[in-house]
Protein backbone atom coordinates (compact mmCIF):
# COMPACT_ATOMS: atom_id res chain seq x y z
CA UNK A 1 0.00 0.00 0.00
CA UNK A 2 2.83 2.27 0.85
CA UNK A 3 4.78 1.75 -2.12
CA UNK A 4 1.92 1.46 -4.47
CA UNK A 5 0.63 4.91 -3.02
CA UNK A 6 3.79 6.54 -4.81
CA UNK A 7 2.90 8.00 -8.26
CA UNK A 8 6.01 7.03 -9.32
CA UNK A 9 6.35 3.52 -7.68
CA UNK A 10 5.35 0.24 -8.35
CA UNK A 11 4.92 -3.19 -7.01
CA UNK A 12 5.16 -6.04 -9.71
CA UNK A 13 5.83 -8.75 -7.78
CA UNK A 14 6.05 -10.46 -4.30
CA UNK A 15 7.91 -13.38 -2.95
CA UNK A 16 7.94 -15.92 -0.12
CA UNK A 17 11.92 -16.48 -0.08
CA UNK A 18 14.77 -15.58 -1.72
CA UNK A 19 14.21 -18.29 -4.29
CA UNK A 20 11.18 -16.69 -5.67
CA UNK A 21 13.16 -13.38 -5.47
CA UNK A 22 15.56 -14.29 -7.68
CA UNK A 23 13.02 -15.68 -10.15
CA UNK A 24 11.18 -12.95 -10.25
CA UNK A 25 14.18 -10.54 -10.79
CA UNK A 26 14.07 -12.23 -14.20
CA UNK A 27 10.97 -10.95 -15.68
CA UNK A 28 12.18 -7.87 -16.54
CA UNK A 29 10.23 -5.83 -14.94
CA UNK A 30 11.93 -5.86 -11.59
CA UNK A 31 14.52 -2.29 -10.35
CA UNK A 32 14.44 -2.99 -6.60
CA UNK A 33 14.30 -5.93 -4.73
CA UNK A 34 13.04 -5.32 -0.84
CA UNK A 35 15.22 -8.21 0.89
CA UNK A 36 14.16 -9.95 3.84
CA UNK A 37 17.38 -11.29 5.10
CA UNK A 38 15.44 -13.91 7.27
CA UNK A 39 13.51 -16.21 5.03
CA UNK A 40 12.97 -19.96 4.43
CA UNK A 41 14.65 -22.06 2.21
CA UNK A 42 17.06 -19.62 0.35
CA UNK A 43 17.91 -16.42 2.58
CA UNK A 44 18.12 -13.19 1.94
CA UNK A 45 21.84 -12.99 1.68
CA UNK A 46 22.01 -15.75 -0.47
CA UNK A 47 19.36 -14.50 -2.63
CA UNK A 48 21.40 -11.09 -2.39
CA UNK A 49 24.36 -12.71 -3.49
CA UNK A 50 22.97 -14.70 -6.96
CA UNK A 51 21.30 -11.37 -7.38
CA UNK A 52 24.49 -9.56 -7.62
CA UNK A 53 26.50 -12.55 -9.59
CA UNK A 54 23.65 -12.55 -12.74
CA UNK A 55 25.33 -10.46 -15.21
CA UNK A 56 21.26 -10.92 -16.45
CA UNK A 57 20.32 -9.08 -13.74
CA UNK A 58 22.78 -6.36 -13.79
CA UNK A 59 20.53 -3.46 -12.97
CA UNK A 60 18.50 -4.67 -10.13
CA UNK A 61 19.25 -3.14 -7.24
CA UNK A 62 18.69 -4.56 -3.48
CA UNK A 63 17.26 -2.93 -0.36
CA UNK A 64 17.70 -5.04 2.66
CA UNK A 65 15.22 -4.89 5.34
CA UNK A 66 16.32 -6.02 8.81
CA UNK A 67 14.47 -5.61 12.26
CA UNK A 68 18.36 -4.33 13.89
CA UNK A 69 20.26 -1.89 12.29
CA UNK A 70 23.10 -3.18 13.99
CA UNK A 71 22.55 -6.79 12.94
CA UNK A 72 25.60 -8.60 11.51
CA UNK A 73 23.72 -10.26 8.67
CA UNK A 74 24.12 -6.83 7.15
CA UNK A 75 27.72 -6.66 6.47
CA UNK A 76 26.90 -10.31 4.68
CA UNK A 77 24.26 -8.94 2.83
CA UNK A 78 26.46 -5.64 1.75
CA UNK A 79 29.04 -7.84 1.07
CA UNK A 80 27.16 -9.99 -1.59
CA UNK A 81 26.09 -7.04 -3.62
CA UNK A 82 22.51 -5.14 -1.93
CA UNK A 83 22.58 -1.55 -1.85
CA UNK A 84 21.80 -0.66 1.66
CA UNK A 85 19.52 -1.07 4.34
CA UNK A 86 16.66 -0.02 6.49
CA UNK A 87 15.55 -1.16 9.76
CA UNK A 88 11.66 -2.49 9.43
CA UNK A 89 10.26 0.06 11.09
CA UNK A 90 11.21 2.88 9.01
CA UNK A 91 8.76 5.68 8.31
CA UNK A 92 7.01 4.87 4.92
CA UNK A 93 8.12 8.07 3.67
CA UNK A 94 11.44 7.50 4.56
CA UNK A 95 11.05 4.01 2.74
CA UNK A 96 9.49 5.54 -0.29
CA UNK A 97 12.38 7.72 -0.65
CA UNK A 98 14.94 4.86 0.47
CA UNK A 99 13.31 2.79 -2.82
CA UNK A 100 13.85 6.11 -5.18
CA UNK A 101 17.80 6.84 -3.77
CA UNK A 102 18.72 2.97 -4.86
CA UNK A 103 16.97 3.01 -8.03
CA UNK A 104 18.97 5.84 -8.81
CA UNK A 105 22.08 3.97 -8.49
CA UNK A 106 22.87 5.54 -5.47
CA UNK A 107 24.29 3.45 -1.84
CA UNK A 108 21.62 3.83 0.70
CA UNK A 109 24.60 4.70 3.40
CA UNK A 110 24.54 8.03 5.29
CA UNK A 111 27.44 9.33 7.22
CA UNK A 112 26.00 8.00 10.68
CA UNK A 113 25.15 4.63 8.72
CA UNK A 114 28.58 4.35 7.04
CA UNK A 115 30.13 4.80 10.70
CA UNK A 116 27.77 2.37 12.43
CA UNK A 117 28.59 -0.54 9.36
CA UNK A 118 32.15 0.13 9.87
CA UNK A 119 32.67 -0.45 13.56
CA UNK A 120 31.35 -4.04 12.47
CA UNK A 121 33.08 -4.70 8.72
CA UNK A 122 36.01 -4.83 10.49
CA UNK A 123 35.59 -7.32 12.43
CA UNK A 124 34.79 -9.44 9.24
CA UNK A 125 38.02 -8.70 6.79
CA UNK A 126 41.39 -10.12 6.72
CA UNK A 127 44.84 -8.61 6.39
CA UNK A 128 44.59 -6.49 2.61
CA UNK A 129 46.36 -8.38 -0.32
CA UNK A 130 49.72 -6.93 -0.73
CA UNK A 131 49.12 -5.59 -4.26
CA UNK A 132 46.06 -4.57 -5.46
CA UNK A 133 46.17 -5.12 -9.33
CA UNK A 134 42.25 -3.23 -9.67
CA UNK A 135 43.93 -0.13 -8.25
CA UNK A 136 46.10 0.24 -10.65
CA UNK A 137 43.51 1.50 -12.95
CA UNK A 138 42.25 3.84 -10.69
CA UNK A 139 42.95 7.28 -11.05
CA UNK A 140 44.55 9.45 -8.08
CA UNK A 141 41.16 11.78 -8.71
CA UNK A 142 39.51 8.65 -8.57
CA UNK A 143 40.72 7.46 -5.73
CA UNK A 144 40.67 10.50 -3.54
CA UNK A 145 36.94 10.35 -4.40
CA UNK A 146 36.59 7.08 -3.71
CA UNK A 147 37.91 7.91 0.21
CA UNK A 148 35.01 10.29 0.48
CA UNK A 149 32.89 7.47 -1.16
CA UNK A 150 33.92 5.74 1.97
CA UNK A 151 33.53 8.42 4.13
CA UNK A 152 29.57 8.89 3.77
CA UNK A 153 29.77 11.70 1.15
CA UNK A 154 27.30 12.45 -1.33
CA UNK A 155 28.29 13.32 -5.30
CA UNK A 156 27.13 16.97 -3.75
CA UNK A 157 28.83 17.06 -0.64
CA UNK A 158 32.21 15.75 -2.70
CA UNK A 159 31.86 17.96 -5.11
CA UNK A 160 31.35 21.36 -2.92
CA UNK A 161 34.87 19.73 -1.05
CA UNK A 162 36.88 19.64 -4.22
CA UNK A 163 35.45 22.63 -6.13
CA UNK A 164 33.86 19.94 -8.89
CA UNK A 165 30.41 19.78 -10.46
CA UNK A 166 28.47 17.37 -9.25
CA UNK A 167 28.29 16.00 -12.29
CA UNK A 168 32.03 15.45 -13.09
CA UNK A 169 32.08 13.81 -9.54
CA UNK A 170 29.46 11.12 -10.76
CA UNK A 171 31.64 10.52 -13.58
CA UNK A 172 34.23 9.90 -11.31
CA UNK A 173 32.39 7.58 -9.22
CA UNK A 174 30.65 5.48 -12.32
CA UNK A 175 34.23 5.15 -13.97
CA UNK A 176 35.67 3.81 -10.27
CA UNK A 177 33.22 1.31 -9.90
CA UNK A 178 33.77 -0.19 -13.10
CA UNK A 179 37.25 -0.43 -12.70
CA UNK A 180 36.74 -1.99 -9.39
CA UNK A 181 34.00 -3.72 -11.03
CA UNK A 182 30.93 -2.34 -8.23
CA UNK A 183 27.55 -2.54 -8.87
CA UNK A 184 27.04 0.47 -6.93
CA UNK A 185 28.64 3.18 -4.23
CA UNK A 186 28.22 0.51 -1.10
CA UNK A 187 29.98 -2.23 -2.60
CA UNK A 188 32.48 0.81 -3.34
CA UNK A 189 32.40 1.43 0.42
CA UNK A 190 32.91 -2.29 1.30
CA UNK A 191 35.76 -2.39 -0.74
CA UNK A 192 37.93 0.53 0.46
CA UNK A 193 37.17 -1.06 4.60
CA UNK A 194 37.87 -4.39 3.12
CA UNK A 195 41.26 -3.28 1.74
CA UNK A 196 42.07 -0.64 4.14
CA UNK A 197 42.14 2.42 1.83
CA UNK A 198 40.34 3.71 5.22
CA UNK A 199 40.50 2.83 8.42
CA UNK A 200 37.67 3.06 10.87
CA UNK A 201 38.57 6.25 13.27
CA UNK A 202 40.20 8.58 9.97
CA UNK A 203 38.71 12.24 9.49
CA UNK A 204 37.93 13.11 6.48
CA UNK A 205 40.62 15.07 4.42
CA UNK A 206 40.75 18.76 5.40
CA UNK A 207 38.84 20.85 2.51
CA UNK A 208 40.58 22.66 -0.56
CA UNK A 209 40.64 26.24 -0.19
CA UNK A 210 41.01 27.01 -4.00
CA UNK A 211 40.47 25.20 -7.56
Known amino acids: MIIDAAPDLEVVGEAADGGEAVELC ?3 RVDVVLMDIRMPRVDGIEATRRIGADERLAGVRVLVLTTFDNDDNVIHALQAGA ?7 V ?8 IRVVAAGEAL ?3 RATSGLVSRLIHHIGPPPRHLPELDRVTER ?3 ILLLVAHGLSNDDIAERLYLSPLTVKTHVNR ?3 KLNARDRAQLVV ?21
Open 109 to 111: LSP
Open 26 to 28: HSG
Open 142 to 144: EKE
Open 83 to 89: SGFLGKN
Open 191 to 211: FAYQHHLVRPGDSLPERRTQR
Open 91 to 98: EPGDLVNA
Open 176 to 178: TMI
